[in-house]
Nanobody
Framework: VQLVESGGGLVQAGDSLRLNCTFS????????VGWFRQAPGKEREFVAT????????LYADSVKGRFTISRDNAKLMVALQMNSLKPEDTAVYYC??????????????????WGQGTQVTVSS
């Protein structure tokens, strides 16, 4: 299973970005998918997750109300719409897949497959 993130970039505070995660396997439609991020010198942290059906998304408190996770199983893709970006959102963003669960987890240890990451930089 390969995951490829895209859509990162350099934006100003208050701007929006849309990250996409594209999967190689058609079994993707049965996987829980999550987004995590890691800033320099910090641990990888949970951002959002979505179940295989697209329901019950979960968000970190720091992004709730600003970020939206969605998926299109027919296109083998999960998106993360990020609005009202802040400098503290600067990080490398990773998508990850969990083939074993129904509901998403906020622990990176529960995810088996990972993408290479895409850089998001928000200037003040």
């Amino acid at each position: 299973v390969q995951l490829v993130e895209s859509g990162g970039g350099l934006v100003q505070a208050g701007d929006s970005l849309r990250l996409n995660c594209t999967f190689s396997a058609h079994t993707f439609s049965t996987y829980v998918v999550g987004w995590f991020r890691q800033a320099p010198g910090k641990e990888r942290e949970f951002v959002a997750t979505i179940s295989w059906s697209g329901g019950t998304p979960l968000y970190a408190d720091s992004v709730k109300g600003r970020f939206t996770i969605s998926r299109d199983n027919a296109k083998l893709m999960v998106a993360l719409q990020m609005n009202s970006l802040k400098p503290e959102d600067t990080a490398v963003y990773y998508c990850a897949a969990d083939p074993d669960s129904y509901f998403g987890s906020n622990s990176p240890n529960d995810y088996e497959y990972w993408g290479q990451g895409t850089q998001v930089t928000v200037s003040s």
